[in-house]
Nanobody, 121 residues
Framework: QVQLVESGGGWVQAGGSLRPSCAASRRTFSVYTLGWFRKAPGKERELVEA?????????YYANSVKGRVTISRDSAKNTVYLQMNSLQPEDTALYYC?????????????WGQGTQVTVSS
């Protein structure tokens, strides 16, 4: 199994920045893609951005975060970051990462517990 642990969420005022991180461990060699999702109360879960675990290139980003959010990877630390700038109240959500161990589109096999991001106006 792949273990995922998020950290780095928190509270910030509108316009501020946060950089949550997702540390992967155990069978990380089996990971193809790592994605950051978010779930806000009353809303559907949304894939925010995803990265190719081996090459490090971005494979997906949501239009709602385009130009404000950047995903990156530190392969030495098996950690993926989500740099979020110009945060707005509508970005408030539980953010969690997930790992895909196959190339089946949209399928993620392992999930972290999440880190809360709260943006006040």
């Amino acid at each position: 199994q792949v273990q995922l642990v998020e950290s780095g969420g928190g509270w910030v005022q509108a316009g501020g920045s946060l950089r949550p991180s997702c540390a992967a461990s155990r069978r990380t060699f089996s990971v193809y893609t790592l994605g950051w999702f978010r779930k806000a109360p009353g809303k559907e879960r949304e894939l925010v951005e995803a990265i190719n675990w081996g090459r490090g290139g971005t494979t997906y980003y949501a239009n709602s975060v385009k130009g404000r959010v950047t995903i990156s990877r530190d392969s030495a630390k098996n950690t993926v970051y989500l740099q979020m700038n110009s945060l707005q109240p509508e970005d408030t959500a539980l953010y969690y990462c997930a790992a895909a161990t196959s190339l089946v589109a949209g399928r993620y096999d392992y999930w972290g517990q999440g880190t809360q991001v709260t943006v006040s106006s």
